[in-house]
Structures are given as structure tokens and as C-alpha cells.
């Protein structure tokens, strides 16, 4: 089973920055897609931004220009740097690995952002 953590979540005021970060283990040596989603109270979980093995990025139209998705392969590591957040961007975050073994997500890490 492949068992990714993410971390970095916490609090932080309206304009800051937060760096979030998913480390992938088990018996994976590679990822085909990586990708962050979040997901508020009384709403589906929805996309942010993705990363492909290639290098292909797609972002949510919510977050172009303030964040961006990046990958180490060599640590198993997913990130998601988020700048001028807003408070709309409180949320769940949850990392997302598409690999050989399957789909896997991480357990979510709460993105507060005060006005």
C-alpha cells in the first residue's frame, strides 16, 4: 500500500503564504500524476492543481497565479506553495498520487486563512 503524508497545513492571515508538502512511501519508485484538491464543509472535494510525470501542470482558474505545484521524484515528494491566500481558500487539502499501483490520498491538512 502506498501511504503518502501531507504537512505544512496551519493558520496564516489573509495575503500570506503557506507550503504544504506530500511525502509518498511504500512500493512506488515513480508517480504518474500528483495532485492537491481541498474541500470545505457541505461541498465536493475539488481540484487545485496537478502535476504530471512529464511536467504538465494544471491549475484550479481559483488559484492561477498564487500557487504553484512541484514535484521531487528522487524524495517521493509532492508541494503545493500557495501566496496571497485568501480566506476562500480555507480548506481540507488532500495530496493525490496516481501511480502504478493505483490512486492514493493522503489524509487531508487543514488550510485556515484569517481576514
Known amino acids: 500500500q502506498v501511504h503518502l503524508v501531507e504537512s505544512g497545513g496551519g493558520s496564516v492571515q489573509a495575503g500570506g503564504s503557506l507550503s504544504l508538502s506530500c511525502t509518498a512511501s511504500?512500493?512506488?519508485?515513480?508517480?504518474?500524476?500528483m495532485g492537491w484538491y481541498r474541500q470545505t464543509p457541505g461541498k465536493q472535494r475539488e481540484l487545485v492543481a496537478t502535476?504530471?510525470?512529464?511536467?504538465?501542470?494544471n491549475y484550479a482558474d481559483s488559484v492561477k497565479g498564487r500557487v504553484t505545484i512541484s514535484a521531487d521524484d528522487a524524495r517521493l515528494t509532492g508541494y503545493l506553495q500557495m501566496n496571497s491566500l485568501k480566506p476562500e481558500d480555507t480548506a481540507v487539502y488532500y495530496c493525490?498520487?496516481?501511480?502504478?499501483?493505483?490512486?492514493?490520498w493522503g489524509q487531508g491538512t487543514q488550510v485556515t486563512v484569517s481576514s
Open positions: 511504500g512500493s512506488i519508485f515513480n508517480f504518474n500524476l
Open positions: 493525490k498520487a496516481e501511480t502504478r499501483l493505483g490512486d492514493f
Open positions: 502535476v504530471t510525470s512529464g511536467g504538465d501542470t
